[in-house]
């Protein structure tokens, strides 16, 4: 069973992630996957050095500052790349997926929506938390200023439509909470799972 987590930058995914794992959850991070496949797939690596130049690789690995910077502000190249990455990250979700059958697989993806990939989901859950939380989570994690997060934040999907997409929304505002959260909607699918197993 596949279950996509998605939320937006800041809201807490990972912290999430981890407290499914910790119940027994198999993981699938969608950018671990895509770093994985983006330095190992060689006819990827061709790919992406036809369209971001040779700069993209530095000593036969991903140069992630140089492909942020060609990607960032350039709606059109991010478009061209995700078109190249994508298909190979379902493609590897979908094999794990055959060979995990009895499991819960979380599958974390930032632009699960925008990508399309929530179709491949038997359910989906929305991470949100307050945007005040978020910025400072972001500008405390990555270094960079109020205005850089906000610019990120508007270039994702808003929580209401995600939400509008979802069968479970948590609100991650203390872990404490969360966690209860987690451990229901885990409930719930372990339920589920088996309902599917039986029928």
């Not at 699960?112 to 978020?134: H, M, Q, W």
Request: a positive charge; proline letters at 1%; hydrophobic letters at 40%.
């Amino acid at each position: 069973m596949i279950v996509g987590l998605t939320g937006g930058i800041g809201s807490g995914k990972t912290t999430v992630l981890k407290m499914f794992e910790a119940l027994g959850a198999e993981i699938f991070i969608a950018d671990v996957e895509a770093k994985k496949i983006m330095n190992t797939n060689v006819e990827l690596k061709q790919q992406i050095i036809n369209l971001l130049g040779k700069e993209a690789y530095k000593k036969n690995t991903l140069n992630n500052s140089y492909i942020a910077s060609q990607v960032f502000e350039n709606k059109d190249k991010l478009y061209a790349l995700n078109q190249l990455v994508h298909p190979k990250v379902k493609n590897a979700l979908i094999t794990k997926a055959k060979k995990n059958q009895e499991q819960i697989i979380i599958y974390e993806a930032a632009i699960l929506f925008e990508s399309g990939s929530y179709k491949l989901c038997d359910y989906v859950i929305t991470v949100v938390a307050p945007l005040k939380n978020r910025i400072n989570r972001i500008v405390k994690r990555d270094g960079v200023t109020k205005k850089e997060v906000l610019s990120r934040v508007n270039n994702q999907l808003n929580d209401f439509e995600k939400i509008k997409k979802s069968q479970f929304v948590v609100k991650n505002t203390n872990l404490k909470t969360t966690n209860q959260q987690v451990l229901t909607i885990f409930e719930l699918l372990v339920k589920f799972l088996k309902k599917k197993k039986s029928s």
